[in-house]
Structures are given as structure tokens and as C-alpha cells.
């Protein structure tokens, strides 16, 4: 399992490109977040100076429905205008990947989470990937992936 601990992170604004798609729609080859990946590179990539994050928000229910998937950084200034999502302050599961393939181990993460025996607390406000140094060579990635939680009340 790659659930590492739990945190809580206040605010973040969030600028990039974003679609909209499903896990049935990935699943069954009709998804969009690669083409995401390939506009990201060829376009934006270049230009970051950051972290780049995948950004999961506006959950339609939870992870059957329809989300929007988004690929950017975070920012601290209202310099970024066009396409800005903001996420609520929040606690966060955190789970980080085994280092492989870049998109071996994401899925596996994303496996690990939809099994993870407290799922239930997921609020589906934003969760997101964090693609920072240790995921520069995609033949040896690690990546984290923060997934919003409800207080649990024991």
C-alpha cells in the first residue's frame, strides 16, 4: 500500500489546462487525459518552473462519475487569469508511488487508493498528483498523490 500519512494543507489556487472525462471513459480508451499530457508537452512544459500537478476537481459524484482532470501548477499570486481552480483548504491522504514506469506506478497509486480501506472518507473536493524532481525520468518515476479526506471522528 502506498498510503504514507495525512495532512492538512490550507488553500491553493491552482492555473492550467483542464478537461472534462470519467474513469469509464479511460478505461475504455475513449479517455482525454493523455492527450492532455502530449498538449502539455508540446505547449507548457517548457515554461514550468515548478511542480506540475494533475488536478482532479469538480467531481460530479465520486470516482464512477464525470470530473474535471486538469494539468498546471499551483500559484500564490492572482497573476494567472484564464482557467483558475481554486481547492478549499483541506486534510489530505497522502500516498506515494513505488518508483517504475510514470504511468505504471500512477496507476497503481490510483489502484491502491480505490482499494484503500478508508476510502469512504474521501470528499472528492480535489485530489492531485504531484509530478516533481523525482518524477523527471519517466523510466524511474515516483509521483504523490493527495487525496481529500473528512475529519474522522473517533
Known sequence: MSFSHVEHLDKKRFS???TVTSNADE??????ISA?????RKQI???A?????ALYSQYETDESGTYTYSI???????EHGEDVITLPSSLYAVFTSR???LEEVVFETWQDI??????ALRTYTGDFEVYGETAANSEDAQVTVYVAVKHENK
Open 49 to 53: 518552473t515548478s511542480d506540475i500537478i
Open 27 to 32: 478505461a475504455a480508451g475513449k479517455g482525454r
Open 99 to 101: 518508483r517504475g514506469r
Open 45 to 47: 512544459i517548457k515554461t
Open 114 to 119: 480505490w482499494s484503500w480501506d478508508q476510502k
Open 36 to 40: 492532455m499530457w502530449e498538449l502539455f
Open 72 to 78: 498546471g501548477t499551483f500559484f500564490d499570486a492572482c
Open 16 to 18: 492550467g489546462i483542464s
